[in-house]
């Protein structure tokens, strides 16, 4: 009888020590568990605060463009109307020299 009663609390010991190993690995996965909660909280942080002040950026910067005036579209209005009309003047007055330049030489031959 004392054998099968040192075997039961044997029994008994390893089921207890059993079960402080799961709940100690119980422990270890919800700590280990917590901790990657919280990493992954601080970068999720991190990245809202990045994406916040990018927003804010682009809302200053498209709030700039719209009020800033665009002071090299009128300049470069202006020249481009410049230049149309001198290149066309000069087209027409080389087409007219042309033109002369071949009445000239029907002149020449026919004289």
Not at 1 to 22: F, H, K, Q, T, W
Not at 35 to 53: F, M, P, R, S
Not at 62 to 87: A, I, K, N, Q, S
Request: hydrophobic share 40%; proline share 1%; glycine share 2%.
């Amino acid at each position: 009888m004392s054998m099968n009663r040192l075997d039961a609390m044997g029994r008994e010991a390893r089921d207890r020590v059993e079960e402080i190993m799961n709940s100690t690995r119980l422990n270890d996965f919800l700590h280990r568990k917590e901790e990657e909660d919280k990493q992954k909280n601080c970068i999720l942080w991190i990245l809202a605060i990045i994406g916040i002040v990018a927003a804010v950026a682009a809302i200053a910067y498209g709030v700039y463009r719209f009020f800033t005036p665009d002071y090299l579209e009128d300049f470069e209005d202006d020249f481009e109307d410049d230049f149309d009309d001198d290149f066309f003047e000069d087209e027409e007055r080389s087409e007219a020299a042309d033109k002369a330049d071949a009445e000239e030489k029907e002149e020449k031959t026919e004289e």
